[in-house]
């Protein structure tokens, strides 16, 4: 009776690796979709904040100049470099026509944003400034946060602080504004919390307070007004402020420390707002995440080749730019279906009109030329297609397989550079129990084929186990040719001198286990 094969041709390795696939859901395809163009030659970006006007450019603090961008082309507008010492954040009004800037040395300045002059400069912080803001709405008032541990509520015109807010206990470098009530904001601390504040009240004390466990570089109202993120360690917090400053979520996904949090919106194609918003954050892993809050879950995670400082999405949702540690800014610009019509309107004055195909004439069941369409006919909606099933090519070691010729199968594969192509038939002849009798029959040249692959491959983890039982096999069935060859003995030495590095390797690896995993122990228990 004939010998049947164990599987059908081509032969394929088991043992190969299978590649990870991810499913990309349609979350993933619209951040993804924002391609990244990167703006270097800054030095350390500290901040990064959008102009509420149409256009939204972008302001970009870095060392001591703040640079303004366009959003469209993330070209640079225009640079501003009238400070005495690093520049460290920066808020647009609510009109965009002015521009808040704050100093290491605790001095705010307000710019006019086409001039570029300074025309307030607001000094009463002892300590450096790393958090100013204009209030939503609110065109005459600042609110900024020291490393004295004061927050400090300014009369802009008059340059004088109308409030000085006390409760923080250590550097003050985080806060924002209520989107639906211009005398409410939070601060966040060093001190581990975040405070709320209310300048409708008497004694100017804090109303609420949340304790966010680590220091706290940042803090944001969510749209509703009602729920503040966090960020501070490798965690992203969300709070209730209407439930007493209730924890609902902590999002521990980053490696190390989030840096800076904002909300982004899903699409803006058609012109009206999308309900669904996201909380981004980016850490110093290099990782900005997208986190569902409503669902409670990391919606999309994408990897930068920096440590990340600072993240800022635009109101029309079509830019995302974040900044690096190391000066550069990845801005991310995706085109809208509505900006897509503008430009083909615009330019369709300038086009050619296309030719008009002639008309064809629809094929019915009843015509003879509907059963002499040819292979070129595309199929339309209903029909039923009859594949013709494609022609394997077979290569050499698949084609004498076939015909149950081993120990050539086995030679002409081993004389390739596929591994892979090595195992797989490998494999196919223990199936058929031929593989011992191949190795009895090679000749001392392709001997030395074989024990050279077994050498070069069997530490690799997925072929190890197979190739070892083969290499112990050839030296006990071919033991005296090995003896009576003077390279398969070197062969032979090159193998044991592999295995016994890799055993080495091995026991330095449990070594090493066996030094952390008590550490590890320890400080889960703690």
């Not at 520049?87 to 647009?92: C, H, L, M, R, Y």
């Not at 009109?95 to 570029?116: H, K, M, P, W, Y």
């Not at 897509?340 to 300038?350: A, G, H, M, P, V």
């Not at 090595?422 to 090679?442: F, Q, Y």
């Amino acid at each position: 009776m004939a010998e049947q094969p164990s599987k059908l041709f081509p032969v394929k390795p088991k043992l190969k690796s299978k590649p990870r696939t991810t499913n990309q859901t349609s979350e993933s395809k619209y951040w993804s979709s924002f391609k990244t163009h990167q703006i270097p030659g800054l030095i350390s970006v500290r901040s990064l904040s959008f102009s509420p006007t149409t256009g939204h450019p972008f302001a970009v603090v870095h060392s001591a100049r703040l640079s303004i961008y366009s959003s469209e082309t993330l070209s640079s507008i225009s640079t501003i470099s009238s400070f005495s010492d690093a520049v460290t954040g920066a808020s647009f009004r609510s009109d965009g026509r002015l521009i808040a800037a704050c100093e290491i040395s605790g001095r705010i300045q307000v710019f006019d944003r086409n001039t570029r002059g300074p025309l307030r400069q607001l000094k009463s912080h002892t300590r450096p400034v790393y958090y100013v803001q204009f209030p939503l709405l609110d065109k005459l008032h600042l609110i900024s946060g020291g490393d004295d541990a004061l927050v400090k509520y300014w009369d802009v015109a008059g340059q004088t602080p109308i409030s000085e807010l006390r409760g923080h206990k250590d550097y003050v470098r985080c806060g924002d504004s209520s989107p639906i009530n211009t005398d409410i904001f939070v601060t966040g601390s060093y001190d581990h919390t975040v405070k709320l504040w209310d300048m409708r009240v008497a004694d100017r004390k804090s109303v609420m307070e949340v304790h966010h466990g680590k220091p706290v570089e940042d803090v944001i109202f969510l749209p509703s007004g009602g729920l503040i993120a966090t960020a501070g360690g490798n965690s992203v917090k969300l709070w209730d402020l209407l439930g007493g400053g209730k924890l609902l979520s902590s999002m521990e996904s980053h490696n190390m420390t989030v840096k800076s949090i904002c909300v982004g919106k899903i699409g803006r194609d058609s012109g009206e707002e999308s309900n669904q918003s996201r909380i981004l954050s980016v850490g110093l892993d290099g990782y900005m995440k997208a986190f569902d809050y409503a669902n409670m879950r990391v919606t999309h995670s994408q990897r930068f080749p920096a440590p990340l400082v600072s993240v800022a999405f635009s109101p029309d949702c079509s830019t995302r730019v974040i900044g690096s540690s190391n000066g550069i800014v990845f801005a991310g610009k995706r085109k809208t279906k509505e900006k897509e019509k503008e430009e083909s309107s615009s330019t369709l004055f300038w086009r050619v009109a296309p030719v008009k195909q002639p008309r064809r004439e629809v094929l019915k069941p009843s015509y003879y030329r509907y059963f002499q369409r040819g292979q070129g006919e595309k199929p339309s909606e209903g029909d039923y297609v009859v594949m013709r099933p494609k022609k394997v090519k077979l290569a050499e070691h698949d084609k004498l397989l076939k015909k149950f010729r081993h120990k050539e199968a086995l030679v002409s594969v081993l004389g390739g550079k596929n591994p892979e192509n090595v195992v797989a038939v490998m494999e196919e002849l223990v199936a058929r129990r031929k593989l011992m009798t191949c190795i009895t029959n090679l000749d001392v040249g392709e001997l030395e084929l074989l024990i050279m692959f077994v050498q070069k491959y069997c530490t690799m983890p997925r072929y190890a186990s197979l190739l070892f039982k083969v290499a112990k096999r050839v030296i006990e069935m071919r033991a005296e040719d090995i003896r009576a060859s003077v390279s398969l003995r070197s062969h032979i030495r090159n193998l044991k001198r592999s295995v016994e590095e890799e055993l080495q390797i091995q026991r330095s690896l449990l070594e090493i286990q066996g030094i952390i995993s008590p550490l590890l122990t320890s400080a889960v228990r703690r």
